[in-house]
């Protein structure tokens, strides 16, 4: 990265959804075409944050399936993960996850928007 890009570099913000946008999510043919409508059912922070933790600890609960070898930690994370994250939708956001309109790249979205957020690109 060029020095002069690195000063200049600011933390993403979601784009505001319009309808005719959330219509979009479900027809989007591509993951590159969804996840900025996806980042735009994501305005709120705190139901990026309730994302962010139930990410968190689905990959946790990952860990641990592996380390233990014991079933539970895969419903434990599957339900963690979607737990923290509609409660987000429902709590802050006010609106039905992406998951109803496209599971796959909902599931990747949250992966990047986890990442992006970690990696200080997504405000928390």
């Given at each position: 990265m060029r020095a002069r890009d690195r000063h200049t570099r600011q933390a993403h913000t979601p784009p505001q959804a319009s309808p005719p946008d959330l219509a979009r999510l479900?027809?989007?043919r591509s993951f590159a075409e969804f996840y900025p409508l996806y980042l735009a059912e994501h305005r709120n922070p705190m139901c990026r944050r309730l994302h962010f933790i139930?990410?968190?600890?689905?990959?946790?609960?990952?860990?641990?399936?592996?380390?233990?070898?014991?079933p539970e930690w895969l419903l434990a994370g599957v339900l963690l993960g979607y737990g923290f994250a509609w409660a987000g939708h429902v709590l802050f956001e006010?609106?039905?996850?992406?998951?109803?309109?496209?599971?796959?790249?909902?599931?990747?979205?949250?992966?990047?928007?986890?990442?992006?957020?970690?990696?200080?690109?997504?405000?928390?």
């Open positions: 479900a027809a989007s139930g990410s968190t600890l689905a990959l946790a609960c990952l860990f641990l399936l592996l380390f233990t070898g014991q006010h609106n039905r996850p992406a998951t109803f309109k496209r599971p796959i790249y909902s599931l990747m979205g949250d992966w990047v928007m986890w990442w992006h957020m970690l990696a200080g690109k997504l405000p928390f």
